[in-house]
């Protein structure tokens, strides 16, 4: 399941939270964990490019007619796992896509009833998977593609058995030496116990996890109701512990098994899900867990606000995860074309996994259009960093990242309910004059642009672009907030900053704290798009205006913590000669601003 994948329902809404925490493992008859299976060429690491492919728990999950006709859950049969495994080979092997995700459920019937071996394992639902895991993944990996799997973190209650279940190849262990005494509970639904890593049974445990599934042929594990994060904190829910144990398991295996975690994980140990693992999903379900598999506001329009902060996080080797694509077909999918295609724009730009949740049987053409466009899949595949806003995170938005030649990835967006015009002014990519421009989602240059390219977009739309500079580097003045020369009011105060470019800046920007820059200098008068550099751990408004004119409300994109500086540009209109720049915290909290940069010309 997802960010609430093992839980019938996304955390979010608490719904089948009893079902949850009744959940527990549950496996059929498998081969010995040490059964040996061949193992497919891998990539020279691991993650070096987010990966790509198709996961089932968005189907399993929905209440789109006919999906699960058994009940829910039901749709997750060895059955329908080969339909679709098929389907990726035919449709999007090709495009690199290549994992096949089986998600919660795969060891429990209908009525949620687990199964697990001996040594306290999950074990394959007789009658959703009658060959058991390992013939799956062995069909998978048939087709040129690899097979992935799913368990919830800790040790589930069912599993437990009393504390008589003996731990596979660890001799005088039982599931009683692996928790703590006080059975305390764990993970995002409190389904299992806490694994207690002080005691030396309770590796074992894992490694004979992962033993199994390399014994089966998994290529891909995703770990879920990971805390910190999965909607809990503090000790009971902090499993960096098993995350660092599973990876150490993973590794004796020998075998290269990609370890995803889930779900909202917590930034605060962005440091520790590196270490650890291969990616990390940073926010809640993408379902809506309704009668389509998504909607625009539940929770697709959630991402533009909650990724900015993690933009830095990713890299070869981790990624930061934004959940299901699923933008293949219209009519279960849920979204207007504008809004797949923004989808779909936003995932490969923030370079997240793009593994589909649709059912690959019935994509329509314009979905299919979506998944195998070469021009967007490679800036998702690229060299390039992932990209974030060069705006504010205002409902029309510009996103940017420079690429390894010079060019420039910029979409554009328009994240309101009617149709709006949006612009990416040049100056705001650091340059000034002409530039190259290609549409890449229509496959079309649009020649050579002067200071901007501006776009009419419907509610909820976007453009991707490839913009290659033809004009000058801009000339920018500097001014930093902690100057003398400016004006501070009400509660703002100068504060050092290890990360601002003068080791200093000024917060305490809130319930009418002001900023005022004084004397900038300009040469003409005109529209200057400034940059102003900040520091904010969660996205803040602050209502910013020039001279005597009225302040505009700007909502700043989180910079991940407050010890990172990040940057957007503002249009102002500024007259010639000397003038202020205001920023109001009016009754708010507004991020603390380290210094802006005002181009030389406008």
Same mark, same amino acid.
């Given at each position: ?34 059964? +040996?299976?061949? #193992?497919?060429?891998?990539?020279? &690491? =691991? $993650? @070096? *490019? ?27 049969? +060895?059955?329908? #796992?080969?339909?679709?495994?098929? &389907? =990726? $080979? @035919? *449709? ?40 058991g895991m390992k013939p ?264 940017a990242a420079k690429n ?61 672009f490839t913009v290659t ?134």
């Amino acid at each position: 399941m997802r960010s609430s994948s093992y839980s019938a329902m996304p955390a979010r809404t608490l719904r089948a939270l009893v079902v949850l925490a009744l959940a527990a493992g549950a496996v059929a008859a498998v081969p010995t964990a040490h059964a +040996e299976t061949t #193992v497919p060429s891998a990539p020279a &690491a =691991l $993650a @070096a *490019k987010p990966y790509m492919g198709w996961s089932s728990w968005s189907m399993q999950s929905s209440k789109y007619p006919g999906l699960n006709p058994d009940g829910d859950y039901s749709y997750l049969t +060895e059955a329908n #796992v080969a339909k679709q495994t098929d &389907a =990726l $080979a @035919a *449709k999007l092997k090709k495009y690199g896509y290549e994992y096949v995700n089986i998600d919660a459920g795969w060891w429990r019937d209908n009525g949620w009833k687990p199964e697990y071996d001996e040594y306290g394992r999950q074990k394959a639902d007789p009658k959703r998977f009658p060959d058991g895991m390992k013939p799956v993944a062995d069909r998978i990996h048939s087709k040129g593609l690899k097979a992935g799997i799913y368990l919830p973190a800790g040790l589930e209650k069912e599993a437990y058995n009393d504390g008589r279940s003996p731990i596979w190849n660890a001799e005088g262990c039982t599931t009683a030496d692996i928790v703590y005494g006080d059975l305390r509970t764990t993970n995002g639904w409190d389904s299992s116990y806490k694994l207690d890593f002080s005691r030396p049974c309770t590796q074992k445990y894992i490694d004979s996890q992962a033993q199994l599934i390399a014994g089966w042929g998994y290529d891909f594990l995703k770990l879920d109701g990971v805390g910190p994060g999965s909607g809990k904190s503090g000790d009971q829910y902090d499993n960096v512990a098993d995350v660092a144990a599973w990876n150490k398991a993973i590794a004796a295996t020998g075998r290269p098994i990609h370890l995803e975690l889930s779900w909202s994980l917590d930034i605060g140990h962005a440091a520790d899900w590196k270490k650890y693992s291969n990616g990390w999903r940073i926010d809640t379900d993408v379902e809506c867990y309704c009668n389509t598999l998504v909607s625009w506001e539940n929770s697709v329009d959630d991402r533009w606000d909650d990724t900015p902060g993690w933009t830095r996080q990713a890299g070869p080797g981790g990624w930061n995860d934004l959940d299901s694509l699923d933008v293949g077909s219209g009519e279960m999918d849920g979204l207007t074309k504008a809004e797949r295609q923004s989808y779909a724009t936003l995932w490969a730009i923030a370079k997240s996994p793009l593994f589909t949740g649709d059912d690959l049987t019935r994509l329509d053409s314009y979905g299919l259009s979506l998944l195998t466009n070469k021009e967007v899949i490679a800036v998702d595949q690229g060299d390039s960093p992932p990209a974030r806003p060069i705006t504010p995170s205002d409902p029309q938005q510009v996103w940017a990242a420079k690429n390894p030649d010079g060019s420039y990835t910029v979409a554009l967006f328009n994240l309101a309910g009617k149709p709006a015009a949006v612009s990416a002014p040049w100056a705001s990519l650091g340059f000034t004059g002409k530039a190259a421009v290609r549409d890449l989602w229509n496959h079309e240059s649009l020649g050579t642009l002067k200071d901007k390219v501006t776009e009419a977009l419907p509610a909820h739309g976007s453009r991707l672009f490839t913009v290659t500079p033809r004009g000058q580097a801009l000339d920018f003045t500097g001014y930093e907030a902690e100057s003398s020369a400016n004006t501070l009011a009400g509660n703002a105060t100068v504060a050092d900053c290890a990360a601002c470019s003068g080791a200093k800046k000024v917060g305490n920007l809130y319930l009418g704290g002001k900023l005022t820059f004084n004397d900038i200098s300009v040469p003409k008068a005109g529209t200057y798009q400034v940059k102003i550099a900040y520091v904010s751990g969660d996205a803040r408004s602050v209502a910013v205006s020039a001279n005597d004119g009225g302040g505009t409300d700007h909502k700043f994109p989180s910079t991940g913590d407050w010890g990172t500086a990040e940057t957007v540009s503002i249009p102002l209109t500024l007259e010639a000669g000397s003038n202020t720049i205001t920023f109001d915290s009016g009754s708010g909290y507004a991020p603390d601003i380290d210094r802006i940069d005002v181009p030389k010309s406008s």
